[in-house]
């Protein structure tokens, strides 16, 4: 079967590998290495024009690279891996999902720029936007996440990045894509999308024309939380630029953490598989809580970017929202919360276990109004057992109720 036509979880499993290379190890080794040592002056003057830039990954069975700076060889089979699983021309792995927005950002705006941010982005990105790109004399304007290609008229003369993240963080609301893309296209604006959410199975950004897609390593792909790793991705005309950045900055990553990421890799299609389903009994048993307001996450038929979602998207991520009938407060939240046995309280997403958090996304938001009145919680499903999850939340609502 050519590469082509196979399907994604196959490609989950055989990308980025070349055991040939490594004496017939099935996994690529971890390569521990800061100094290469060369036989000759031409083998190094060689590497030196090669891979003393970013490599791009796509002849991964080439190993000729001059410093440790630019990654090893496991670094680059995880590159190579991700390049095919995206249809990217390259790939950069960064020491966190928020380095591969930063990197991003940077390659594409300069002072005196403008770009244009979701107002729904992860809370991280919207920070250094306010902060570090304010202070560099780049202006951020934040728009609705469902303005499609009403986008035109946010444009300014001096916009360079159109910046998606698609469905929003802790509120899920989809985006219209290939509108967006549409209109940057026209403009000769550059699009970078957050695409952490889908990844790596559900959307691929790049064959919807979106530029430059980011990703959060660290969480399906990492898969058990215990690496931080982001990954940029591209095509060839997003690629240079991408790359100096990397270099000059000196950013680096630990070949440890990309082999761990690899080992993630070859099992999130049926840890993902896993999880949807389960999503999809918890989903049934909390539409029918009376304190349940309103569900967020795409694929809940209730949802507004329902529609948008089964026309882009292949599959669902394990988390969603929920917003509560009324305002509880920090106490009754906390008899909720603080007993339930299988949904543990921390942030971050996509490790094997439950998790559970409080948020308001009134206090956020700045282009647009939150029209819910009720708390929010957000819970991310892992792979326990769906009956003992839903026994949890069961529970959980009971003391909430008793709370009152
Ligand atoms: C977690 C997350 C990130 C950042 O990833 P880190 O590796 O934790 O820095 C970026 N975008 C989204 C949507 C995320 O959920």
Redesign the pocket.
């Known amino acids: 079967m050519s590469k082509k036509n196979q399907s994604k979880i196959t490609s989950l499993v055989t990308s980025g590998k070349n055991p040939q290379a490594f004496a017939g190890s099935v996994n690529t080794p971890i390569f521990q290495t800061s100094t290469v040592i060369f036989p000759d002056l031409e083998s190094f003057s060689k590497a030196e024009r090669g891979r003393a830039v970013y490599p791009i990954t796509k002849d991964a069975g080439s190993y000729d690279y001059g410093y440790g700076i630019a990654g090893t060889p496991t670094t680059f089979a995880l590159q190579q891996a991700l390049c095919e699983l995206s249809g990217a021309d390259g790939c950069v792995i960064t020491p ?3 380095a591969a ?1 930063t990197t991003a950002l940077l390659a594409f705006l300069s002072s005196g720029d403008h770009v244009l941010m979701v107002d729904s982005v ?1 809370g991280p990105t919207r920070r250094f936007c306010n902060k570090e790109l304010k202070r560099q004399g780049i202006e951020t304007t934040y728009y609705n996440p469902t303005i499609g290609s009403d986008i035109a008229a946010l444009i300014q003369p001096n916009t360079k990045v159109i910046f998606l ?1 698609s469905p929003g ?1 802790l509120t899920f609301e989809m985006q219209d894509v290939p509108a967006i893309v549409a209109v940057a296209k026209a403009h000769n604006i550059t699009t970078i999308m ?1 695409n ?2 889908a990844a790596p199975l559900f959307f691929q950004p790049l064959s919807h024309g979106v530029d430059v897609e980011v990703l ?1 390593v ?2 399906y792909i990492g898969g058990h939380s215990d690496i ?3 990954a940029v991705l591209s095509k060839e005309s997003h690629t240079k630029a991408i790359n100096k950045v990397m270099h000059h900055y000196g950013t680096s990553t630990s070949p440890y953490d990309c082999s761990l990421a690899l080992r993630g890799l070859r099992t999130v299609g049926a840890r993902l598989k896993q999880q949807q389903e389960t999503t999809g009994s918890l989903l049934k048993w909390i539409e029918a809580q009376p304190e349940v307001d309103k569900i967020l996450t795409p694929q809940h038929p209730s949802d507004a970017g329902h529609d948008l979602w089964k026309r882009d998207y292949s599959g669902a991520a394990s988390f969603f929202s929920i917003v509560l009938n009324q305002t509880y407060s920090h106490a009754q939240l906390s008899a909720m919360l603080d007993a339930m046995s299988l949904f543990m309280i921390g942030v ?2 996509g490790g094997y276990e439950s998790l559970v958090i409080p948020f308001d996304p009134s206090a956020i938001r700045t282009a647009s109004t939150w029209p819910h009145k009720g708390s929010c919680l957000r819970f991310y499903v892992g792979l326990e057992d769906a009956e003992d999850l839903i026994a949890d939340l069961e529970a959980a609502f009971k003391r909430l109720r008793a709370a009152k």
Request: negative net charge.
């Open positions: 966190s999902g928020l927005i992860y993240e963080s957050d952490s959410w959060a660290t969480k931080i790793l982001g971050s997403w």
